[in-house]
């Protein structure tokens, strides 16, 4: 497959997606604005048009509520998804903004990630693009930091330095056997009539949750609206109380870039804060290292424990760093033989479940597929830590498998099928940008330098 059909086929995917304002998740799947789909899906765009990437976040961080949190859906006019804005009920939620409909909860803030790249991009075009992202970037600042504030000060009170989330659907892994025990709690108040859309798109069931899993998602939105979607109030309410570690690890890398944007244009002091705020969130994730399998775990506040289940999760210091001891530990678990390499895929990338997993399902969704969204965060992570060579690995064994043109949402890592929607706009936004930047010398963006927490320069420091 050549690159440049794969490129303008990913391009075609966007543009065909695009309701103008916003691009849709997916063709008829996921018709709306999903939080952290905008953000992958802007850095795609950002190759077509960085006045096009803008306007994506500009209209999601239109619907940030005025608690700082980003929601994560904005609906479309597009009917046919379930639970839709009837069923969330946010009307009458005193922070939503007035003109839009949006869900009552959050997903990983992967927004300044995304950003940071588009000003990257931007500036290496230099002219009106850079003129446009820079002004974006300043006038948006504020936002993100709310953003990033009410996920310290609301989710994370007792300021432990993990962010608790309230509903799996908030984690971005919706089933993943992370959240099984959690759920397990979750006791289903009222059998709604499930009015499910998704199983009329995907037409392979074992692709999607389950309808019980579906009566315990609806519990929880039940819950939280039943409170009128108030943080104080949802807190005791609601009966999925997860601290997330990959969540945690996404905001560091994500208060990073704030502080790498902020610094180029000339706001120190929202730098500091948020190298603060970067460093606690990863001394985090390094808290929940279990001593002998050297996973990260969640930690379930409701029944005061930690999650021993094993996910493409467990590896978040892999992403954020934070211990370099640890970080090349965990990168080598999630390169070997039990994940990335393991002996039955067809791809060697990192499923979201190990095969030698008794849980593992190879089309799912957060039980086992590929997907190719999150091998393009874990590139863009690995090339900050310096590990070239294997971000070049990942990237090249994506681009194979989605080399069918299908851009899944998702693949059965077996035997590289795409699985879910197809037309994922994501998956073809993660290529439109590695296909963009190429693994040579002669790359068109800049990357950013390979990063060091506080704790891991003052240790180098001390060494020399
Ligand atoms: C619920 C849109 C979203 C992604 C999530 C993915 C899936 C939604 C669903 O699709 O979740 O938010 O209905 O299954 O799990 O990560 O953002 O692509």
Redesign the pocket.
């Known amino acids: 497959m050549d690159a440049s059909t794969l490129d303008e086929a990913a391009r075609r995917v966007l543009r065909d997606n695009d309701l103008g304002g916003m691009v849709k998740?997916?063709p008829a799947?996921?018709p709306h604005q999903?939080?952290?789909?905008a953000a992958f899906i802007s850095i795609g765009l950002a190759h077509m048009s960085v006045e096009r990437a803008l306007l994506e976040l500009r209209n999601l961080f239109d619907a940030q509520w005025s608690t700082g949190m980003i929601p994560?859906?904005v609906f479309s006019d597009v009917p046919g998804?379930f639970p839709g804005p009837d069923v969330w009920g946010t009307t009458s939620a005193r922070a939503k903004p007035g003109g839009v409909l949006t869900?009552g909860i959050c997903?990983p803030p992967a927004h300044a990630i995304a950003l940071a790249r588009i000003l990257d991009i931007a500036r290496s075009r230099g002219g009106a693009d850079a003129a446009r992202a820079e002004a974006f970037v300043t006038e948006h600042l504020p936002k993100i930091v709310a953003w990033h504030q009410w996920l310290t000060d609301i989710r994370d009170p007792s300021g432990r330095g993990l962010i608790e989330i309230h509903h799996g659907?908030e984690?971005?892994?919706?089933?993943s056997p992370r959240w099984d025990s959690a759920y397990a709690g979750v006791t289903i108040d009222e059998l709604v009539e499930l009015r499910r859309h998704?199983t009329k798109v995907v037409t392979d069931l074992a692709d999607?949750?389950s309808d019980e899993e579906y009566q315990r998602y609806l519990t929880l939105v039940r819950e939280m609206k039943s409170v009128g979607y108030d943080d104080k109030m949802i807190e005791k309410v609601v009966s999925f109380r997860v601290r997330d570690v990959f969540m945690t690890a996404v905001l560091a890398l994500a208060a990073d870039e704030t502080a790498r944007m902020a610094d180029s244009l000339g706001r120190g002091d929202i730098a500091d804060q948020q190298r603060l705020l970067a460093e606690h969130a990863r001394q985090g994730v390094l808290s929940t290292l279990d001593p002998v399998t050297r996973r990260c775990r969640d930690f379930d506040e409701i029944r005061g424990s930690w999650i021993p289940a094993e996910s493409v999760a467990s590896w978040s210091v892999a992403l954020c760093g934070g211990d370099e001891t640890v970080r090349r530990e965990q990168t080598a678990i999630l390169a070997g033989p039990r994940w990335a390499e393991h002996p039955s895929l067809r791809f060697k990338v990192p499923p979201s479940v190990s095969p030698d997993d008794p849980g593992f399902k190879p089309r799912t969704?957060?039980r086992g597929p590929t997907?190719p969204f999150l091998n393009w965060l874990f590139v863009w992570a690995l090339r900050r830590h310096g590990e070239d060579a294997l971000a070049d690995r990942w990237r090249e064994q994506t681009l194979a498998m989605v080399a069918d043109r299908n851009f899944g949402?998702y693949y059965d890592p077996q035997t590289g099928e795409p699985a879910g929607?197809h037309a994922?706009?994501?998956t073809a936004a993660a290529i439109v940008d590695w296909l963009a930047d190429p693994p040579t010398e002669h790359r068109a963006v800049p990357r950013p330098r390979p990063i060091r927490s506080q704790r891991e320069s003052s240790t180098c420091r001390d060494r020399s």
Do not use: F, T, V
């Open positions: 998740a997916a799947l996921y999903w939080s952290w789909d994560h859906i998804y869900s997903q659907w984690s971005g892994m919706d089933n998704d999607r949750p969704y957060w997907w949402e929607s994922q706009s994501w």
